[in-house]
């Protein structure tokens, strides 16, 4: 289940929560992004998920370098651990949370 947009991105950013966790930037007309966030939810991890709408909060999509959506950002701490792009199957979106 994603949690609310935004508001706990910019304050996990200054360090405020240490874990591992999933950012999911996307766009309201963005209809892969929904493909994306269905597969997501039904998928089963111990992972927080963050939505980001990059349409809402530009500046944040282009301090993380977010160039297109769907795009998956696995956060540790301040640190960008690995990024995913683009829709994905179920088993490639698990291998890549993890691997």
């Known amino acids: 289940m ?3 947009v935004n ?7 200054v360090g405020a929560i240490k874990m591992k966790k999933i950012i999911r930037f996307t766009a309201s007309w963005c209809q892969p992004c929904k493909i994306m966030a269905t597969q997501l939810e039904n998928m ?5 998920i963050e939505v980001l709408d990059i349409d809402v909060h530009p500046e ?19 640190t960008v ?7 994905k199957t179920p ?8 691997d």
């Open 60 to 78: 944040i999509a282009m301090e993380y370098g977010i160039r297109s959506v769907p795009t998956l950002v696995m956060m540790e701490e301040n």
């Open 81 to 87: 651990l690995k990024r995913l792009v683009g829709v």
């Open 44 to 48: 089963k991890t111990n992972l927080p």
């Open 91 to 98: 088993p490639e979106l698990r291998d890549w949370i993890n």
């Open 7 to 13: 508001t706990t991105v910019k304050q996990n950013k």
């Open 2 to 4: 994603a949690l609310p």
